[in-house]
């Protein structure tokens, strides 16, 4: 696999924080690499993330692959066991890994955050066979490593970790659970109490909240067509549930719903005057909209490419509080960042749509409360537009 990438300056970036040492940090954390060490069919693979960045290449180039790497340290960050995010662990090994003395093989994936602490870099090790296990895992910035776990003995379901500590002795050691991120799990076991612990704290902090907070986004029309039931309110990976969201959504603020609309205009077929949910008598709701001349039609009605295009422009104006995603509720809202995951973002859409979509897209990324990272087949649309960076991938 080759990687090119095109990372244009953005005139719609937003200032990021000076820093103490003169240079330029963000106020949020985010991350602004991914690396697949070895993970599937990538190897030594480094992506860099901006605001905006779309993986592009032909089929079975590694872009669904990509996303599915973000996904699973997301999912390792907020603290999930490692079985519930890798169901299928055998499937992320490299192709033509050979097991060792031990019968072993893994994978081994990372990321880098930037922010207020500068850049932090995490590297996982995870063992796929014959258990499943995270062996290895490195936390560090600026050359420094801030903790470092091993596995020390098989028969046990446990790593041994050493966290920086800069006081009476260098560093902390301790048994930590072979399931779990250790990253995750330091703010139970760091007591803070010296510079050393309360950097390896400000370090995890940073890394957990820019990992945390994303939406994996995949819209399916055949489920959007019909009546919904009323529920939570809370948007769906698949956007299944759109006709109660959108309820939702129109009721708690309608100037975000007025940009929705004219979002919906821009790429829909004929003309659009609103767009709501009508509640039935049966406890279900469906989505409508208003032609402004007397007309009504469902959104069962609309082509496959409008009704992706009008989830997805609907996921890009809306933020944890709606969708289905397990924000990071001890972080105030205003530190925190959304990413959404697109794969297959421009399935289905025609050019005008893909364009109306990108246009929407880098103009919310740019108010920094939301990231997108997608993948299409061809990222030729794209070029001109500031603030957009493409990864090319060939197999």
């Given at each position: 696999m080759t990687v090119s990438c095109t990372s244009p300056t953005s005139a719609l970036s937003p200032s990021p924080a000076p820093s103490g040492d003169g240079g330029e940090r963000p106020d949020r954390p985010c991350v602004t690499e991914l690396r697949l060490s070895a993970f599937a069919g990538h190897r030594r693979a480094g992506f860099p993330l901006g605001p905006l960045t779309l993986f592009a290449g032909p089929s079975g180039c590694g872009k669904t692959t990509a996303l599915r790497a973000y996904e699973a340290l997301a999912r390792l960050g907020g603290g999930a066991v490692v079985d519930e995010v890798f169901p299928d662990p055998a499937a992320c090994v490299p192709d033509?890994?050979?097991?060792?003395?031990?019968?072993r093989r893994g994978f081994r994936i990372g990321c880098t955050a930037d922010g207020p602490e500068g850049p932090v870099r995490l590297d996982v090790a995870v063992q796929a066979e014959p258990n499943l296990r995270i062996v290895g895992e490195r936390l560090s910035t600026d050359g420094l490593v801030l903790l470092q776990t091993a596995l020390r003995d098989p028969s046990r379901r446990t790593v041994q970790a050493a966290w920086h500590t800069a006081g009476s002795a260098p560093v902390t050691r301790a048994p930590l659970p072979d399931d779990r991120l250790g990253t995750a799990l330091l703010p139970l076991r760091v007591a803070g109490k010296t510079d050393g612990q309360r950097r390896v704290l400000a370090a995890a902090e940073q890394m957990v909240v820019a990992l945390r907070s994303v939406f994996a986004c995949d819209p399916r029309p055949g489920r959007m067509r019909g009546p919904v039931p009323t529920g939570t309110g809370r948007l769906l990976g698949g956007c299944d549930n759109l006709a109660d969201v959108l309820g939702r959504t129109r009721a708690e603020c309608t100037?975000?719903?007025?940009?929705?609309?004219?979002?919906v205009r821009a790429g829909c077929a004929g003309p659009v005057k609103d767009l709501y949910a009508e509640p039935l008598t049966d406890g279900t709701v469906r989505a409508?909209?208003?032609?402004?001349?007397?007309?009504?039609?469902?959104?069962g009605r609309l082509g496959d490419g409008e009704l992706r295009y009008l989830a997805l422009a609907l996921v890009l104006f809306t933020g944890p509080g709606v969708l289905e995603v397990d924000p990071v509720g001890e972080v105030p809202?205003?530190?925190?960042?959304?990413?959404?995951?697109?794969?297959n973002l421009d399935r289905g859409l025609d050019p005008?749509?893909?364009?109306?979509?990108?246009r929407l897209a880098a103009r919310m990324c740019d108010r920094g409360h939301i990231?997108?990272?997608?993948?299409?087949?061809?990222?030729?649309?794209?070029?001109?537009?500031?603030g957009v960076t493409v990864v090319h991938l060939e197999p």
């Open positions: 033509r890994a050979r097991p060792d003395a031990q019968r100037r975000r719903h007025a940009q929705l609309v004219a979002a409508l909209l208003d032609r402004g001349d007397g007309i009504r039609t469902r959104l809202a205003a530190l925190q960042t959304l990413t959404v995951l697109a794969d005008r749509q893909r364009a109306e979509l990108l990231r997108l990272v997608g993948a299409v087949s061809d990222a030729s649309w794209a070029a001109g537009l500031a």
